[in-house]
């Protein structure tokens, strides 16, 4: 938490798989997309309420001309204006390039005036978005387990003044 936000550090180190390796290295771009949700039960048990949403795509490609992987992110579902007013960043390694994907620093997935006053978790997932992909590499995808790759967990939402850290996927 901080003042005015509450805060999640995690970290996925799940390894790519060779099917989407090798489409990394052909110059493939791949998107996976972090959401966060605030929730807490209702009373009526069939459906949790929503207090707050926050969602981050990242783009991941390999750029032959500079021999970089490039790391693209931004706050939206699907970002206005495409990914030119994303926020961009190099790496010299594919692996480099995904620990930055699977890792969020302090990243503030709702305000301290969203959440209710006890009794909340978080919900986050981890997830690629093959709706995303190029429309001939989405065709059979759904059956194929290399293609797969998503990661959920539920963290009770802490008092204030502490943080929310966890890793997964190890």
Not at 5 to 17: A, G, N
Not at 58 to 74: E, F, I, N, V
Not at 104 to 113: C, D, G, I, S, Y
Request: hydrophobic share 40%; net charge neutral.
């Amino acid at each position: 938490h901080t003042a005015e936000h509450l805060l999640l550090s995690t970290r996925v180190s799940e390894p790519l798989s060779p099917a989407i390796q090798e489409a990394l290295n052909k110059g493939v771009p791949l998107y996976f997309v972090w959401t966060a949700e605030v929730q807490s039960p209702r009373w009526y048990h069939w459906q949790d309420r929503t207090h707050s949403r926050a969602v981050r795509t990242l783009r991941l490609a390999y750029q032959a001309l500079s021999g970089h992987w490039r790391l693209s992110w931004s706050n939206d579902s699907e970002p206005a204006g495409g990914w030119r007013n994303a926020v961009h960043q190099n790496h010299p390694t594919l692996d480099e390039a995904w620990a930055a994907v699977g890792r969020m620093v302090n990243w503030p997935v709702a305000n301290h005036a969203d959440l209710p006053p006890q009794g909340a978790w978080l919900t986050v997932n981890f997830a690629m978005d093959l709706s995303l992909l190029p429309r001939p590499f989405q065709i059979g995808l759904g059956n194929q387990s290399d293609w797969v790759l998503e990661r959920n967990y539920r963290l009770p939402v802490p008092a204030v003044g502490m943080t929310l850290e966890s890793r997964h996927g190890q």
